[in-house]
């Protein structure tokens, strides 16, 4: 849990790439500073590798590696999964029509972003009556 709040939180952490001290890896643009960030506050080496994955997707097609699969953090696919459900309910002001919204997805959809385990996970907190209420 503190891996994914972190994460969550420092992963697009605002620190400009271009002002990263030299020998930094900045493959990962945004990512690469947050990794960055969390390393100068003394957080782990596997916080900092699951901040870099946030962008990497379980199929392959993500980046700046093009990790898949396990290869990537389960921190990085928690976050991913939030990031999915926000970017698909956005632009939808009411809970219940959000809540519509996601049942018509396909079950697969999301399994290409964040693979079968975190995808359930997501799916079952979603069908769960207290995150829309609480909305």
Same mark, same amino acid.
């Given at each position: 849990?503190? *891996? ?7 992963? +697009? ?9 030299? %020998? /930094?890896? =900045? #493959? $990962? %643009?945004?990512?690469? @500073?947050? @990794? &960055? ?20 997707? &379980? +199929? $392959?097609? $993500? ?7 396990? @290869? ?6 928690? =976050?991913?999964?939030?990031? &999915?459900?926000? +970017? ?9 029509? @959000? *809540?519509?919204? !996601?049942?018509? =997805?396909?079950?697969?959809? =999301?399994? !290409?972003?964040?693979?079968? /385990?975190? #995808? ?7 069908? %769960? +009556?207290?995150? &829309?209420?609480?909305?």
């Amino acid at each position: 849990q503190r *891996r994914v709040l972190y994460t969550a939180l420092l992963q +697009d952490a605002g620190v400009p790439v271009r002002e990263l001290p030299p %020998g /930094v890896d =900045v #493959a $990962g %643009g945004h990512s690469a @500073a947050g @990794a &960055w960030a969390a390393a100068q506050l003394g957080l782990d080496a596997q916080v900092c590798e699951a901040i870099r994955a946030t962008h990497e997707r &379980w +199929d $392959g097609e $993500g980046h700046p590696h093009g990790l898949s699969d396990v @290869a990537i953090p389960r921190a990085a696919l928690i =976050v991913s999964a939030a990031h &999915w459900a926000s +970017d698909l309910l956005r632009p939808i002001a009411h809970p219940l029509r @959000a *809540r519509a919204t !996601l049942s018509a =997805v396909p079950a697969g959809a =999301v399994e !290409l972003v964040v693979g079968p /385990v975190v #995808a359930r996970a997501l799916q079952a907190e979603l069908r %769960g +009556d207290a995150v &829309w209420m609480a909305l």
